[in-house]
């Protein structure tokens, strides 16, 4: 990896906003390809945040701002990345269900999993179903990440797969639910295809979804 790479690999893992920037118009000033610094430094850069995590060596401020910076890195980016033809491994359609206005988890999982490579496609807060509907037609998602924060909300996820059912959609996508009441157990019973913990696994598990993990 080059000096430049491991820098903006190293920045985003500090949060350093400003030195990711200015890292990331030095290497393609210098002729580095878009989908390299892509890979090899903010997902690569990512993929440390995210194993950090998971060890209790960082928390949730510290994603948040590894995820500003690589947000700030990525605006600079996609414009070079579409004009190399770069396409995303998946397209991800998130969202918390009716009901629900909470945020910060979507977000984190959000963050993971543009960090993996993936397109997100942010639905909000208080989703009904044929938002997520609409985004599998319209734009294309292959996964459908639902997040809910209350009990009460929960039962949302189960009307949304069955929606999906009805809008003849449901084999076209794959289903991942997360959030603080929510079991892998309540996951199996109402017919998702995943249930992640964290917004790590979060990531993990859309990985191994599209078969695209290592």
Do not use: C, W
């Amino acid at each position: 990896m080059t000096a430049v790479l491991e820098a903006i690999r190293s920045g985003v893992v500090d949060g350093q906003m400003t030195l990711v920037v200015e890292k990331v118009q030095q290497a393609l000033d210098e002729g580095v390809a878009a989908d390299v610094i892509l890979n090899e430094g903010l997902i690569a850069a990512m993929q440390i945040v995210g194993e950090g995590y998971e060890n209790g060596d960082l928390f949730v401020p510290e994603m948040l701002v590894a995820a500003r910076a690589m947000d700030k890195a990525l605006a600079i980016l996609r414009p070079h990345l579409a004009a190399q033809g770069v396409e995303p491994i998946g397209r991800v359609a998130i969202g918390t269900v009716k009901g629900d206005l909470h945020d910060i988890g979507k977000k984190l999982v959000s963050i993971m999993l543009e960090g993996s490579g993936f397109e997100i496609i942010d639905v909000g807060v208080d989703v009904p179903p044929e938002a997520f509907i609409q985004a599998v037609n319209e734009r294309g998602a292959q996964i459908v990440a639902m997040s809910a924060l209350l009990t009460t909300t929960m039962v949302n996820m189960k009307a949304t797969i069955e929606a999906l059912e009805a809008a003849g959609v449901r084999d076209r996508v794959k289903v991942i639910v997360g959030g603080a009441p929510v079991t892998k157990a309540y996951a199996d019973q109402i017919g998702a295809d995943g249930y992640a913990p964290d917004a790590t696994a979060a990531a993990r598990l859309a990985l191994d979804l599209i078969g695209a993990s290592n």
